[in-house]
């Protein structure tokens, strides 16, 4: 499975901006789906995860309520929508798959759990 993030850029604070996540190669995992970002010099950063139904998500509190996490399984995509950007959300973000089956929500905030991952797409917040 190859992973494809997309959609990054330079964005105003308070602006919007939505991230998606093209996945290829062999049938689309059966496992979560996550974001995460990081800044340099840092580790890597939990943001959002979403099991393969869709119906469960976790978010970093940091970006709880700005951010929302989607999938589509018929399309192989994944998404991050992101509202009120703040600097400190500046980042390069990346996509993950894990090969499933759906675990506790709490371990998808592990980045060692995954897979597949993205090559990073970076978002720059200015102020």
């Known amino acids: 499975v190859q992973l494809q993030a997309s959609g990054g850029g330079l964005v105003q604070a308070g602006g919007y901006r939505r991230l998606s996540c093209a996945a290829s190669g062999r049938t689309f995992s059966r496992g979560a789906m996550a974001w995460f970002r990081q800044t340099p010099g840092e580790e890597r950063e939990f943001v959002a995860a979403v099991t393969w139904s869709g119906g469960s998500t976790t978010y970093a509190d940091s970006v709880k309520g700005r951010f929302t996490i989607s999938r589509d399984n018929a399309q192989n995509t994944a998404a991050l929508q992101m509202i009120n950007l703040k600097p400190e959300d500046t980042a390069v973000y990346y996509c993950?798959?894990?090969?499933?089956?759906?675990?506790?929500?709490?371990?998808?905030?592990?980045?060692?759990?995954?897979?597949?991952w993205g090559q990073g797409t970076e978002v720059t917040v200015s102020s």
């Open positions: 993950a798959l894990d090969r499933g089956p759906d675990q506790y929500m709490t371990n998808y905030r592990n980045p060692f759990i995954y897979d597949y």
